[in-house]
């Protein structure tokens, strides 16, 4: 049963607080949620949870990622629930509710839930080793947020027709298309529906606008090929991300990250 704590200051942009896998989970109870971002999901058995006031199933496969300061508890519903679990902390912490498009809750299914059991497993192992590979773990801690965003659903969302018919559709385009010009008269064209009507949508389900999602897509998988590709030139990561100036890709992240992307590829 491992369990991982940071034991070094926070210097990366983003980082796991702490990590396990194989866990005996027991019963727990937080009232005023946790201090971090926290992810738990099912290995084997099953087990209950309860986010301000609402019961969810966790089946095999199946997590859930909360906000800091959620109220939740959970527990074990048959006689073994085994876990695996990470919270994430980092410079940049502060960012991640835009990252992560303002959601107090994320639910994970089967297919997300193999991509980052098999990410939080390479962690694990990076944590074996000492000293620990804190730079490494960093882009081991992006990618795993980043299959929040790229593959972010929730219950909710995936049960409303109003979401399935006009949002849903635009998300994929956004995350196969980042690098092309898209703008938004080219995106509710693809749903047959108004500027205006789109944006209000995803201001309902997302907490943004279709400019603003399609802006902040774009700049995490910039701050992704800074910390994945370090020999990369920033007018290349620009245009990769959809934008031919390079200027303007330069004044749009330092506006949102408060640092230049050579800045923060200092800081990984």
Not at 60 to 77: D, F, I, K, M
Not at 153 to 166: A, F, I, K, V
Request: aromatic share 12%; with cysteine.
């Amino acid at each position: 049963m491992p369990i991982y704590f940071r034991s070094h200051p926070v210097s990366e942009p983003f980082t796991f607080d702490s990590i396990g896998n194989h866990w005996a989970q027991e019963p727990t109870s937080r009232t005023h949620g946790y201090p971090h971002y926290h992810y738990l999901q099912t290995e084997k058995g099953c087990g209950n949870i309860i986010i301000q006031g609402k019961k969810y199933i966790l089946n095999e496969g199946e997590g859930v990622l909360t906000a800091p300061c959620v109220r939740h508890s959970y527990y074990a519903q048959g006689p073994d629930w085994i876990t695996l679990f990470a919270t994430f902390t980092g410079t940049l912490e502060s960012s991640l509710d835009m990252i992560l498009g303002k959601r107090q809750v994320i639910f994970t299914e089967k297919d997300q839930g193999a991509r980052i059991a098999a990410l939080i497993s390479d962690s694990v192992e990076k944590f074996k080793q000492t000293p620990a590979d804190a730079e490494s773990l960093s882009v081991d801690c992006y990618r795993l947020l980043m299959n929040f965003v790229d593959g972010v659903s929730t219950r909710e969302l995936l049960n409303d027709p109003l979401y399935q018919r006009y949002v849903e559709p635009v998300i994929k385009v956004i995350e196969t298309d980042y690098s092309l010009e898209l703008t938004a008269q080219h995106l509710c064209g693809l749903v047959y529906i108004t500027p205006q009507y789109l944006s209000r949508l995803f201001v309902r389900f997302l907490g943004c606008s279709v400019y603003e999602y399609l802006t902040v897509y774009r700049m995490n998988k910039s701050k992704e090929f800074l910390l994945t590709y370090p020999q990369m030139e920033v007018q290349e990561i620009a245009h990769r991300v959809g934008f031919p100036d390079s200027s303007h890709f330069i004044a749009m992240f330092k506006k949102r990250m408060g640092m230049t992307p050579l800045e923060f590829r200092k800081l990984s």
